[in-house]
């Protein structure tokens, strides 16, 4: 019989992990990640809690503190299993959303991927009665059978195959912050690793819970740290970052050296919501996202979301002389010919359309809102414009 101490010190620890993981839950917020980013990180904390749950309940039968039959303790064991395969399936489709998987949103791929699951359960009812994964001793022990090993394959293929992805992206990234997004996703490898070679020397310790717990709370941490300055959606510059760098251009700006301020609005992104889901609506912004990081790359520009559908850049008017002598009409018609072929690459279905403004700045007397003012009475004219050539989109 396992020592009261202990089990008293088990059950407490994986309370206290149960405790922080629901204030995780109440302080996840959607400034944080986009819908379905939010809507897989709360699934994984959820399928987490019902592990510790189940957990617990194993622990208190092993102590004997209660003695089901046999057919429920072999239930409980393989909840226990299952759960921590479903969380590791949930890191799986938050993590790649988060990398940026073209494939996570498609029902068909969710349910190939979530097949070894599915397998995994089969399997584990079938060694009930053949006992080829596990069985339960009279004394409610956990033993492991031939083809256990086959269980640990599926649940750590799902994270494996996230911490690969993640270096193949930090690898190709160019962006400092994309890049420390995409090595915390490979602490959720790194930290159950560590514990499961604690487990190899020291058997009976719960080392399972405060595993998957350091990888929430890191990844949890991370998403914090980057909502500062980052947009959790898009991947640019937030507003108030955004501001910081409109004031210190102003500041700093001289007649010889002016930049220009541009703004673009989304045409009718109200009826993509509407009309499509908000998952279509966030689909959207990052598209535009990816396309404004795609053309100021080339300009060395500054590139920011404002807010809801609008998005800005700044962009001092010598990095477009050096760039082939452009000017800020050619700037915008170089952004519209990314759009377009983003729009087709995409194979979007409606009109997906956006209006630019924009204006000069060249003394350090302007106020950030009089460059706003200025540069909205343009984006205005254009969004007329484009609401007069088609009223729920206008032309791409």
């Given at each position: 019989m396992l020592d009261f101490k202990y089990v008293f010190s088990y059950?407490?620890?994986?309370?206290?992990?149960?405790?922080f993981s629901v204030s995780i839950l109440d302080k996840l917020t959607h400034d944080i990640g986009s819908q379905s980013e939010?809507?897989?990180?709360?699934?994984?904390?959820?399928?987490?809690?019902l592990y510790l749950f189940s957990d617990i309940i194993w622990i208190l039968i092993q102590f004997k503190v209660f003695s089901p039959p046999r057919m429920v303790k072999n239930f409980v064991m393989i909840l226990n299993i299952m759960f921590v395969a479903v969380t590791s399936y949930f890191w799986f489709c938050f993590a790649e959303i988060k990398l940026k998987n073209r494939f996570i949103t498609s029902l068909r791929f969710n349910l190939i991927v979530f097949s070894p699951v599915l397998l995994l359960l089969v399997l584990y009812l079938v060694s009930i009665k053949?006992?080829?994964?596990?069985?339960?001793s009279d004394n409610a022990g956990f033993e492991t059978g031939p083809c256990y090993w086959i269980s640990v394959v599926i649940i750590s293929m799902y994270p494996t195959f996230v911490a690969l992805h993640a270096f193949y992206r930090i690898r190709k990234e160019k962006s400092t912050i994309n890049k420390k997004e995409?090595?915390?996703l490979i602490l959720f490898v790194f930290f159950p690793l560590i514990c499961a070679v604690i487990n190899n020397f020291i058997s009976?310790?719960?080392?399972?819970?405060?595993?998957?717990?350091?990888s929430i709370f890191f990844v949890f941490i991370t998403l914090q740290e980057l909502k500062i300055y980052n947009d959790a959606?898009?991947?640019?510059?937030?507003?108030?970052?955004?501001?910081?760098?409109?004031?210190?251009?102003i500041n700093s700006v001289v007649p010889e050296r002016p930049f220009y301020f541009f703004i673009l609005d989304i045409n009718s992104f109200k009826y993509i919501n509407d009309t499509f889901g908000h998952a279509e609506g966030d689909r959207a912004l990052r598209l535009v996202a990816d396309i404004l990081k795609k053309v100021c790359m080339n300009y060395q520009s500054f590139t920011a979301r404002w807010g809801g559908d609008e998005f800005i850049v700044i962009v001092y008017k010598s990095n477009l002389h050096d760039t082939k002598d452009l000017t800020p009409e050619d700037f915008i018609k170089d952004i519209y010919e990314n759009w377009e072929t983003a729009v087709k690459a995409e194979n979007i279905k409606y009109k997906f359309s956006a209006s630019i403004g924009y204006t000069k700045c060249a003394s350090a007397d302007t106020t950030m809102t009089q460059?706003?003012?200025e540069a909205d009475k343009i984006l205005y004219k254009n969004k007329q414009l484009a609401h007069k050539k088609e009223p729920n989109g206008g032309a791409r």
């Open positions: 059950v407490a620890v994986e309370f206290f992990f149960m405790v939010i809507k897989f990180f709360k699934r994984l904390v959820y399928a987490y809690l053949t006992g080829i994964f596990f069985s339960i995409y090595a915390t009976s310790t719960p080392v399972v819970a405060p595993a998957i717990f350091s959606l898009t991947g640019l510059n937030n507003r108030r970052r955004a501001e910081q760098y409109i004031i210190e251009s460059l706003i003012t």
